[in-house]
């Protein structure tokens, strides 16, 4: 089991440093030189892709929150209104689905049982269904329209790394797709997005060569009994992703919340020394957010919190506030879960052994949930 491992102590480790490797197989093949997309593997005509009006992703637990980006994503660059479910909630809420709906199904196993269900729902209410998937000729994918394999590898953990960072990705693969086929005002923009998608798996490695500091902040707050994680635009899905991993390795209590919603009630939360990490948008972000997320880390820290802050290299604006600081290499907004992702995984994985949990096996959870 020690070789499976790599020499890792468990697989979410060796996982975790495998996912550069794993975003660079999500885009290979798939980026052409040119600077467009090339997803023959769709199998949906260029006319079916012309004629969606709607789009749904629909996906559980952190697959769900790949798709909370995707919207912010898939909505910027084509302009189709884009809704995120959970599966679960789907199809008992009797969605608005047609022939001009595209459903996207995100799934790593492809063997989710409430994805599934989703997915028939779908089906039969005549929606085009793609699924974004790792696990080759899975149910999934096999019972979908089409299908963007993730070719993440094998993923072991029950807590899902280079299966979500690839989710990510493929999401973003379908939204410039959608942009470049449906030719709509971004369309320009494809060849600019084609590029920064290239460049992330060495952004993915700089991150991991810097995480020995994380690792060592862990370990002081192994004995925590809350943490909150705070985030705004595409860092609010990955204050959920933060907070879902840290339930589910280490038993601590964690909460995600949208930045911006703290002083509508979560604020009072807040007591002395409360672990609260943000996660900071670019300085550069063209939705000028960080501004705001800066005044939300003083908010919380004069009321006693204590800051872990991740902010792209050079944000200088965020050191007066953090109590420890975070660096990720700068990386164009809708883009940066990819980079931010990464110190949450370590910080839970270490999180969790320091208590002396099975970070691999994590008590109550199953790989694969394959019950409704
Ligand atoms: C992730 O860390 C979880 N163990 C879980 O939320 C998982 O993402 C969810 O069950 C969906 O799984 P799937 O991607 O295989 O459909």
């Known amino acids: 089991a ?42 949906l005509t260029e006319q079916e892709l012309r004629d969606i009006d709607k789009v749904f992703v629909v996906a559980c637990g952190t697959a769900y929150h790949a798709g909370l980006i995707a919207k912010y994503a898939i909505e910027h660059w084509t302009r189709i209104p884009v809704e995120v479910e959970l599966a679960s909630e789907f199809r008992y809420r009797d969605p608005v689905l047609d022939r001009s709906t595209l459903v996207v199904v995100v799934s790593q196993s492809g063997e989710t049982m409430d994805t599934l269900m989703a997915l028939r729902h779908a089906r039969e209410q005549k929606a085009k269904v793609l699924a974004i998937c790792n696990a080759n000729g899975s149910t999934i994918p096999r019972e979908s329209d089409a299908v963007l394999y993730t ?37 320009d923009e494809v060849a600019a997005i084609v590029d920064e998608l290239r460049a992330l798996p060495e952004k993915v490695t700089e991150v991991l060569a810097t995480m020995e500091p994380v690792r060592e902040l862990a370990r002081s707050l192994a004995t925590e009994d809350t943490l909150l994680f705070l985030g705004r635009h595409v860092g609010y899905p990955v204050a959920l992703e933060g907070a879902l991993k840290l339930k589910e390795l280490a ?122």
């Open 2 to 43: 020690a070789a499976e491992k790599d020499g890792f102590d468990w697989f979410m480790l060796k996982e975790i440093a495998e996912q550069p490797k794993a975003v660079a197989d999500t885009l290979l093949g798939r980026l052409s030189d040119t600077g467009a997309l090339v997803l023959d593997e769709l199998r």
């Open 151 to 187: 070719h993440a590898g094998p993923e072991v953990a029950v807590a899902s790394t280079k299966g979500f960072l690839t989710q990510v990705v493929a999401c973003y693969l379908v939204g410039a797709f959608l942009a470049q086929v449906r030719g709509v005002k971004y369309a």
């Open 251 to 372: 038993y601590i209590h964690a909460e995600g919340f949208a930045a911006g919603e703290l002083k509508h009630g979560s604020i009072a939360l807040i007591d002395q020394g409360t672990p609260v990490v943000v996660i900071v948008p670019s300085p550069l972000s063209r939705e000028s957010v960080h501004g705001k997320v800066v005044s939300n880390i003083q908010e919380v820290r004069a009321r006693g919190a204590r800051t872990i802050v991740i902010a792209e290299e050079g944000d200088e604006d965020v050191v007066p506030f953090a109590d420890h600081l975070i660096r990720v290499p700068r990386t164009p907004t809708l883009l940066a879960p990819v980079v931010t992702t990464v110190p949450l995984q370590v910080l839970a994985c270490e999180i969790a052994a320091t208590r002396g949990l099975d970070v691999d096996q994590p008590r109550n959870l199953a790989k694969s949930v394959t019950v409704e």
